[in-house]
């Protein structure tokens, strides 16, 4: 949904005591494929826009179930009309007057060559020049055009990840300074700080309320998002990574029983919320860096490959490592790598 759209809506809201919107799609269609949206979600989605608007009603129509194509053929329009008539039956009576609204010419002509609903069809002028094959076709392109509600699934996400003191976090920020995205940075860490705990204290429950606390901080800041970019340089695996970490580490009370009976399956239930469309990802081989706040006993060498090790299998476990590529260079080349990256996102 596009501000086109709400042209179309708000006007017939404007002009009727009454108005329905239709939202329509097919099972299983590829164009649903690549944003990640059925119809049932889309339905969703409009019918919360909607939600405390008292005269407009958000109706649903499975194509498919109809057994018409994408033809556009005169036919499907026949069967499409019959169904629309069959839903609103009981909101309609004989003398009413019905308003088509409709922003292509071809829908304007198909509507009155076979007017089951006897209804005038009012012709928008289409003052934003968009469509919604644009917008699947190049989002960022569109952004501003996009309804609110619809940004969740069409943000480019970008998550950079890896063990502690590789530069994540600077490159981060960098990027974000770079093009004026916004980013998240590590919950846990600042959650940590805030309770006045350190490492060793960290209980299971602690695990858990960093992957709540970290979800919903991405999901709020691409929910918000303004450019159709975003960046994180962490998310729920690194926290997995730390817990299965310390689950074998006796001064950290935290046991693989609760890992994996408490802290694993939150994980899973918080996953995909955040859908990335690619991953950086930073393998160890810079100096361990001690700010006064990292457990020490992370920060050899030895032990940042073995969390490497976990990190690399939790993201093939997750499905997510074809989104992934391996920053290898240094601090410039992999500033330069996610650079181009974003760059060749906006031509």
Request: charged share 30%.
């Amino acid at each position: 949904m596009h501000r086109g759209h709400l042209d179309a809506i708000m006007r017939a809201k404007k002009e009727n005591d009454k108005v329905f919107v239709i939202v329509c799609g097919y099972d299983n269609e590829e164009r649903a494929g690549n944003i990640n949206m059925t119809l049932k979600e889309r339905t969703a989605i409009v019918r919360k826009i909607f939600a405390n608007d008292e005269i407009i009603s958000v109706l649903s129509i499975n194509d498919t179930e109809l057994g018409i194509d994408e033809s556009m053929c005169e036919g499907n329009w026949v069967v499409w009309q019959k169904k629309v008539a069959e839903i609103l039956y009981d909101s309609l009576s004989f003398d009413d007057r019905i308003m088509w609204y409709v922003a292509e010419p071809y829908y304007k002509e198909m509507l009155e060559k076979r007017n089951i609903l006897r209804a005038e069809v009012t012709l928008i002028d289409k003052v934003v020049q968009v469509s919604g094959t644009q917008i699947r076709e190049n989002p960022l392109k569109y952004w501003k055009y996009i309804v609110k509600e619809y940004r969740n699934n069409l943000c480019h996400n970008i998550l950079v990840t890896g063990t502690a003191s590789e530069g994540k976090t600077t490159l981060v920020r960098d990027i974000s300074t770079y093009f004026g995205i916004d980013y998240s940075e590590e919950y846990g860490r600042e959650s940590l700080l805030n309770k006045g705990k350190v490492d060793t204290d960290l209980t299971a429950d602690d695990f858990v309320d960093f992957l709540v606390g970290q979800s919903l901080d991405m999901r709020k800041r691409v929910f918000n998002n303004d450019n159709g970019v975003f960046i994180s340089d962490t998310d729920n695996l690194v926290t997995l990574m730390y817990a299965l970490a310390y689950t074998e580490d006796k001064n950290v009370p935290i046991t693989r029983e609760e890992y994996e009976g408490k802290v694993l399956p939150v994980a899973k239930s918080l996953e995909g919320r955040v859908k990335w469309d690619k991953i950086f990802l930073l393998p160890p081989k810079n100096k361990f860096v001690d700010d006064g706040s990292r457990y020490m006993k992370q920060s050899s060498i030895d032990e940042r490959i073995e969390n490497f090790s976990k990190l690399v299998t939790l993201l093939k476990e997750f499905g997510l490592w074809d989104k992934v590529e391996i920053l290898d260079g240094d601090f410039l080349q992999n500033f330069e790598r996610v650079k181009g990256y974003i760059n060749d996102l906006y031509q």
